[in-house]
């Protein structure tokens, strides 16, 4: 890995420490946002920035850094990574503080980090087979809404698919399909593009915007709703947002075959447009690129 940030400074990987007291380590007290780069050139970066500021608020914290000063963290990660197609990830703790109190310490400074890697590229296999999922309970806490570090739930959740030898796990909680252990859910249920509206029991995912962005500007029907387990298992597509997964396109759900058991037309359709939105990015970037 190349330097990394790491509260006000850039610095080798392997020296990039954070006390044992720190806030994040031991309470979780912390956010964080995933930033994709194309071309090395930031994705919905203002939107990502937007989500970062939300996450802050609702923990109680003050953003460390302005707008400027991200922009200029982000853009120097991008120059100085070996790949030009990058996640860059971003972390905010409570910070670290002499001993450990449950209580908010008055005066505390936070701990902040960033670093890029790189995004590998989509296996061709999942546009031609898609992905295997299952579903299962939610079990998170209410506020999923909250970019917050504390992933517990969705880890084990992971697990659990990866032991069933299956790719994801949909959460399902009072009947209602949500999102994915890292990713949000769409479903097509007679022709109709329909997603969850955003709650406090799903992350508001950036990459749901553009797929809602896309359907509205090229005319493609769609509705927030929300989406019982019955309509999850009736679906004719399901798919899976992430900055870094894109648009998965799930075949089976629960040993049921999800419509033909291929990627469907939908699916095909909205991936091109979202493709199409990726290489406009690379294109800008184009002439300061390396
Ligand atoms: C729980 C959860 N939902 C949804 C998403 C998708 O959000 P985005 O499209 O902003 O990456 C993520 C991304 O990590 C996530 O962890």
Same mark, same amino acid.
């Given at each position: 890995m ?6 006000g400074r ?8 954070v006390p ?13 946002e995933v930033?994709?780069a194309?071309?090395g ?12 500021r ?5 923990i109680?914290?003050?953003?460390p850094l ?7 963290i982000?853009?120097e ?14 972390q905010?703790?409570r ?5 450990r109190v449950?209580r ?6 936070s ?8 995004i590998?590229?989509?296996d ?12 299962l ?12 570090t504390?992933?517990l739930?969705?880890?084990l ?6 032991e069933?030898?299956v ?11 949500l %999102?994915?252990t890292?990713?949000?859910?769409f ?5 109709l593009?329909i ?5 406090e ?11 809602? %962005? ?15 387990e019955?309509?999850?298992?009736r ?7 992430s900055s ?17 058991g291929?990627p ?14 990726? %290489?406009h ?10």
């Open positions: 190349n330097k990394v940030y790491l509260n850039f610095v080798p990987a392997e020296q990039a420490c044992i007291t720190d806030r994040g380590l031991l309470f979780g007290d912390s956010v964080y930033i994709p194309y071309g050139q930031p994705f919905r970066l203002e939107q990502h920035l937007a989500r970062l939300r996450s802050l608020a609702a109680r914290m003050e953003d302005d707008d400027t000063r991200w922009r200029a982000i853009g990660l991008c120059t100085n990574a070996e790949a030009d197609d990058l996640s860059i990830y971003i905010i703790t910070g670290t503080y002499r001993t449950h908010i310490p008055s005066t505390i400074e701990t902040v980090i960033a670093f890029a890697s790189p590998t590229a989509r061709p296999r999942i546009a031609e087979q898609g992905i295997i999922a299952i579903t309970a939610d079990i998170r806490w209410a506020r999923c809404d909250i970019k917050a504390t992933l739930p969705n880890v959740a992971q697990a659990e698919a990866l069933s030898g790719d994801d796990a949909i959460f399902l909680r009072d009947g209602q399909a %999102e994915g890292a990713s949000n859910l479903i097509v249920l007679d022709g593009l997603t969850p509206p955003n709650s029991h799903l992350l508001p995912g950036i990459t749901r915007d553009l797929v809602l %962005e896309l359907a509205h500007d090229t005319g493609i029907a769609y509705a927030e709703a929300a989406i019982t019955n309509e999850l298992r679906a004719e597509e399901i798919w899976l947002t870094t997964r894109e648009i998965a396109p799930v075949v089976q759900l629960d040993d049921q075959a999800v419509g033909d291929r469907g037309p939908c699916w095909h359709h909205m991936d091109s447009l979202f493709q199409t939105a990726k %290489e990015i690379r294109l800008a970037a184009r002439p300061t690129s390396r």
